[in-house]
């Protein structure tokens, strides 16, 4: 990808921060905050905290009421369950503007003004 042109990356694993490291591109987080490995390189994350989906599934375990269900709206920002990660390093580094954008535009999806639509379909091959 770099080869052919990205100048950042969607990091999902620790190699692609690794490549963007080694590359002298820029990276973005996935799942946890990996800033401190890579400070130079990953701006920010896209974080999961799986933390209310648990939650969700343990009150109804006590309550008697369990059983097998989609928990991946407990995923979503206006539960908890995501979050972006501090700018950290690249704090004063991104410009005011970009960082008052993405300010707002979590503000309308806590709002539920904005919904970030999830397509878990297989993606479809490409021909070469």
Known sequence: MIDK???ILYAERFGVSD???ERKVLAIGNVIDTQAQYPDTVVASALW????SVDEAIKLVKAGQYKA???GKFSLMKH???SLAPLGTFEKK???DIV?????KEADILAGKFTVKVDD???????K
């Open 5 to 7: 042109g990205a100048d």
């Open 49 to 52: 905290h799986m933390e209310p």
């Open 100 to 104: 008052a954008k993405v300010k707002a």
């Open 94 to 96: 991104v410009p005011a």
């Open 69 to 71: 269900e989609d928990y």
């Open 80 to 82: 908890k369950g995501a």
């Open 19 to 21: 490549a963007a490291k």
């Open 121 to 127: 379909g297989q993606p479809k091959p490409t021909a």
